[in-house]
């Protein structure tokens, strides 16, 4: 989470659109993980169709929350961003209990109640217009996708590396999301080009493994 806050930054600092950034890193992060698998002589499979299936709608989910999160921040302020996505956690304890057949908490019944109330205040006012509110929501959209992806993950962190589950991962991010970066994209500058692979491999690449591993 620590490195996850340094993300934010590079919506920012890199004047690019939010798809570009995130099939950009997502490359640099999928190459360097490929190096690191590699060098560690691991099984690259990913196993049967089920595991596939779920390592790429992981995938998916994790560009989708890229670029909405990069958006919100774009749209309105890094802080905007990061406390909306920091939504996530409410959102996967109560969706937990639904999709695996577990008691649902009343304290996390409460604690999504609390943090609702903390976005809301986050809000000048309800209307399109206003910046914020547009970041806030567009958060939203982020933190639900970064759940989504997290529940996918569940399924299959039992059977493989914390290494090879966010490989996977991002090679799906890649592969979604560089075509249209390469049709839509915008010029990229040489500054820019060291930005992003900081950003591919401290911010991107460390962080996701380290978090799948948790996560097993």
Request: glycine share 8%.
């Amino acid at each position: 989470v620590l490195l996850w806050a340094g993300t934010a930054l590079f919506a920012k600092w890199i004047p690019l659109p939010a798809f570009q950034i995130t099939a950009l890193r997502s490359v640099v992060a999928a190459g360097a993980l490929l190096l690191v698998l590699r060098w560690q002589g691991g099984d690259l499979a990913p196993g049967g169709r089920r595991d596939f299936g779920l390592l790429i709608a992981g995938g998916l989910a994790m560009a989708a929350h890229w670029v909405t999160y990069f958006e919100a921040i774009q749209v309105s302020t890094v802080a905007i961003g990061i406390l909306s996505l920091h939504t996530y956690p409410v959102m996967t304890a109560l969706a937990e209990p639904l999709l695996f057949k577990e008691r649902l908490r009343p304290l996390d019944v409460a604690l999504a109640l609390l943090v609702l109330v903390g976005v809301a205040v986050l809000v000048p006012d309800f209307s399109l217009a206003s910046n914020i509110t547009r970041g806030v929501l567009i958060g939203v959209v982020s933190a639900a996708c970064f759940a989504g992806r997290n529940l996918l993950t569940r399924g299959v962190v039992t059977r493989h590396s914390g290494t090879k589950v966010t490989f996977y991962q991002l090679a799906a991010s890649a592969v979604a999301l560089l075509p249209v970066a390469l049709i839509w994209g915008e010029p990229l500058a040489p500054r820019s080009l060291g930005q992003l692979a900081l950003l591919g491999l401290l911010f991107t690449a460390l962080p996701h493994t380290l978090y799948t591993r948790s996560l097993q």
